[in-house]
């Protein structure tokens, strides 16, 4: 379910591997049964056993919450229960709510039970790359081969309906995955950032972020296989680092969009990140306006649009400029590096 059809697996000898020769010790199964993700009256019907079992209910809004969540997917509508209700709410008066969902969504995605190391350890295989990459960039990308297109969704990495990650819950574990090597990298420290009254100075942390990336950025793309992504999650990890769970970062990204929307909350902060590529010529205005639609959207107070210029043959000096921005009413500071 989601992981791995048993007869792919392959075993190898020394003398095996040097001819070729790969074979699976489970060739002896009849049949695949694939297990289909759970409609929301399915979510529904389940966690309603667990309400006749032990009189704990569960109420409307947690129900809709955890099939947005998981979008049905069978291991992950369970595993989100089971931390609600065996690990966070044991009290079987206490109804589970929306609110205790979404901490034992935090809780599932911090603790990445097996299931998910198995998915993950997946992002390493060019094919899976391939198309992750494009999606987490959300760029127009090459078509992609139906073959590796049918693998990815085997895996449960992106929809079956269409070409995108599955359901939030990987939106949020892959790009961290993705980030946490580098995140135990960075050495800045995250008081530096808080003011005295306790709230986050998204200027300073950006602006350290564009003198880290100047230093830092070359190096780690190169060897790090998610071209397309890699300035995004660059810029991830040092968030993840500098929020260290005093905030939470929401991604929005869809294919052939060319953008992607980060929404950072800190306390009672709304920060709205738009992040773009510059290839070419660069459509500022088209730019901020997407910004200060998303700023209206998601109630933010502060916006700010992170250029990542990939032209290599334009110098640092060109690259990297700060300035502010007025669109829809709403002021907008912009990054470029």
Not at 199 to 228: G, I, P
Not at 239 to 250: F, K, M, P, V
Not at 271 to 279: A, M, P, S
Request: proline share 3%; charged share 30%.
């Amino acid at each position: 379910m989601g992981v791995r059809d048993l007869r792919d697996y392959k075993v190898k000898t020394k003398q095996q591997e040097e001819l070729g020769i790969l074979y699976s010790p489970f060739n002896i199964k009849a049949e695949s049964l694939v297990l289909a993700d759970f409609t929301q009256e399915d979510v529904s019907k389940l966690y309603k056993q667990h309400t006749e079992d032990t009189g704990q209910v569960f109420t409307d809004e947690a129900l809709v919450y955890a099939f947005e969540q998981t979008q049905g997917q069978p291991w992950l509508v369970n595993a989100l229960a089971y931390q609600a209700c065996f690990r966070d709410v044991q009290d079987r008066t206490m109804p589970i709510t929306k609110d205790v969902m979404e901490r034992a969504r935090e809780a599932l995605i911090k603790r990445c039970d097996t299931h998910m190391d198995a998915l993950l350890d997946r992002l390493n295989e060019p094919r899976v790359c391939n198309i992750i990459d494009i999606l987490l960039s959300s760029s127009a990308g090459p078509g992609f081969s139906p073959d590796d297109l049918q693998y990815v969704r085997d895996l449960g990495l992106i929809s079956r309906k269409e070409i995108r990650i599955a359901n939030p819950i990987y939106q949020e574990i892959i790009p961290r995955a993705l980030a946490y090597t580098k995140q135990e990298e960075i050495i800045q420290e995250p008081s530096l950032y808080r003011r005295k009254d306790g709230s986050l100075d998204m200027m300073k942390l950006l602006t350290d972020f564009t003198q880290f990336y100047r230093e830092n950025s070359e190096v780690w793309l190169e060897r790090f296989a998610y071209k397309e992504a890699g300035p995004h999650v660059l810029l991830l990890a040092f968030l993840q680092r500098i929020l260290n769970g005093g905030g939470r970062i929401h991604r929005e990204y869809a294919l052939g969009t060319k953008r992607v929307d980060l929404l950072i909350t800190w306390k009672e902060q709304k920060f709205v990140i738009e992040l773009k590529v510059r290839r070419g010529e660069a459509d500022l205005s088209a730019w901020l306006i997407q910004t200060a639609d998303y700023m209206d959207k998601s109630g933010a107070t502060e916006g700010f649009l992170v250029i990542f210029d990939r032209n290599n043959h334009t110098s640092w000096e060109k690259k990297i400029f700060q300035k502010q921005e007025t669109a829809m009413g709403k002021p907008i500071a912009i990054f470029s590096m």
